[in-house]
């Protein structure tokens, strides 16, 4: 357990609202992601973190933004949400060591766009 | 092309036996990690093994090995003594670049495999 909070879990809403997801983590880590995960395409890098104000695109952040003023917030916000964007969506961060690396996810939020 | 293929869509085994599940990578780095991880039906990210690229040693973790040949590009996982909670989707995953430049945590996965486990 990497001590990461997503919320909410679960949530509905329409198109053309805005939605910010929140991941909070409890760990002091310097890394943090958001991916989404949809059917026949694993997961997919949406943004990352690497400390605070510092944030950079991944390979899916067309109509995504992040913020992360403080070490255990990253905060993901759809700015006017698509039914393209319903997805499960998973924070995570990031753990190394000498000679391994872990990339531990939350448990993940829902959302369903209509 | 695809970075991360995982043939085999679902895989079936028997409880206490061992189960081999295919990954193969493509990337023209020398320095890349490679990740195995865990979906069960309800939904979280279990994560299971890493191993780097200059790790002679294939990683172990408990009852999951991780087979890598690297001049093949292979990563496959191995569960030995498979039991009914390893039911799931395992999903492998890769982190191109140099771990220690900014490229922790972004990785590339596959589809994933499905496994049934039996009684």
């Known amino acids: 357990d990497a001590g990461i909070t997503q919320s909410p879990r679960h949530k509905v809403t329409e198109t053309g609202t805005p939605v910010t997801l929140r991941c909070h983590q409890t760990?002091?880590?310097?890394?943090m992601y958001w991916y989404r995960q949809d059917p026949g395409h694993g997961l997919r890098l949406i943004h990352y973190?690497?400390?605070?104000?510092?944030?950079d695109k991944g390979e899916v952040s067309d109509g995504y933004s992040v913020s992360r003023s403080k070490t255990e917030d990253f905060l993901l916000t759809l700015e006017s949400a698509t039914s393209s964007q319903t997805s499960v969506y998973f924070c995570?961060?990031?753990?190394?060591?000498?000679?391994?690396?872990?990339?531990?996810f939350g448990s993940g939020t829902q959302l369903s766009v209509l | 092309a695809q970075k991360i293929t995982q043939t085999q869509p679902g895989m079936f085994v028997q409880e206490k036996e061992a189960v081999t599940l295919d990954c193969t990578y493509d990337?023209?780095?020398?320095?890349?990690?490679l990740f195995w991880y865990k979906q069960p039906s309800s939904g979280e990210m279990i994560f299971l093994i890493y191993?780097?690229?200059?790790?002679?040693q294939n990683a172990t973790e408990g009852r999951y090995s991780l087979n890598f040949q690297k001049a093949r590009k292979s990563a496959n996982l191995v569960i030995s003594a498979s039991q009914l909670g390893d039911s799931a989707m395992y999903f492998c995953?890769?982190?191109?670049?140099?771990?220690?430049?900014?490229?922790?945590?972004?990785?590339?996965f596959g589809q994933g495999t499905i496994l049934t486990v039996h009684p």
């Open positions: 995570a961060i990031s753990q190394i060591g000498q000679s391994n690396e872990k990339l531990f």
């Open positions: 760990e002091n880590h310097r890394y």
């Open positions: 973190s690497y400390g605070v104000k510092d944030t």
């Open positions: 990337t023209s780095d020398q320095s890349y990690g």
């Open positions: 191993q780097g690229s200059y790790d002679e």
């Open positions: 995953a890769m982190r191109e670049g140099d771990a220690g430049g900014t490229s922790y945590g972004k990785l590339t």
